[in-house]
């Protein structure tokens, strides 16, 4: 309930010695606008002053200062929410983005698939997994930059068959499904194994939100 109480009164303008804020430096009291989060980073182990960075609803990001300056290179595309970045360490000139946040909120921003840049972000080509909504983790094979695993963790608003783990050996022409739980369980984390590449590790997460409750 909000009450709104109107009072009369006179109102006398005072002076205000301004030398008192000299000293004062702005700082934000915000808000925390949702679209500012981070949700992916990747960076070029060879040179380390390129990196990318995923948000929630704000695209990607290209640094090639370490982290100075930044530039957005994912604004031409249907979709500005980023979930994973995978780049292909021995040519990264080849990276592999999932839309799509991975964070179950009630402010989540859903994703159009997984994509794919040859020239190091300059142009992107969308790989399919369209219906996953939301993709969390991309792990492209330190050998075979054809050979990606994608873990898709899907809408949280209802059941849908197309969460789990993706794998794709063709360079994403063709996904098969390798792991499967049920219609509320996706992917809320997965990690490769750095001296076996064989040996993947994935935490599944069932979960659901609704918008009338947080």
Known sequence: MILAVLCSFGIEAQQVNMDLFK???????????????????????????????????????????GGITWE?????????????????????????VGTGEGNPRNSLNMGYGVYRSLDAGKTWQLMGLEKTRAIHRIIV????????????????????EDRGV??????????NKILYIDTKTGVGEMIMDPNNPNKIFVNMWQHRRYPWFF
């Open 23 to 65: 000293s004062m430096k702005a700082r934000s009291i915000g808000p925390g606008a949702m679209s500012g989060r981070i949700t992916a980073i990747d960076a070029i182990h060879e040179n380390p002053n390129i990196i990318y960075a995923g948000s929630a609803s704000g695209g990607l990001w290209k640094s090639t200062s």
């Open 141 to 160: 094979h330190p050998d075979d930059p054809n050979t990606v695993f994608v873990g898709a963790i899907g809408s949280p608003w209802g059941e849908q």
């Open 72 to 96: 957005p290179i994912f604004d031409n595309e249907k979709v500005h929410s980023i979930g994973a970045i995978s780049i292909y360490q021995k040519n990264p000139n080849i990276i592999w």
């Open 166 to 175: 993706y794998k794709t050996t063709d360079g994403g022409k063709t996904w």
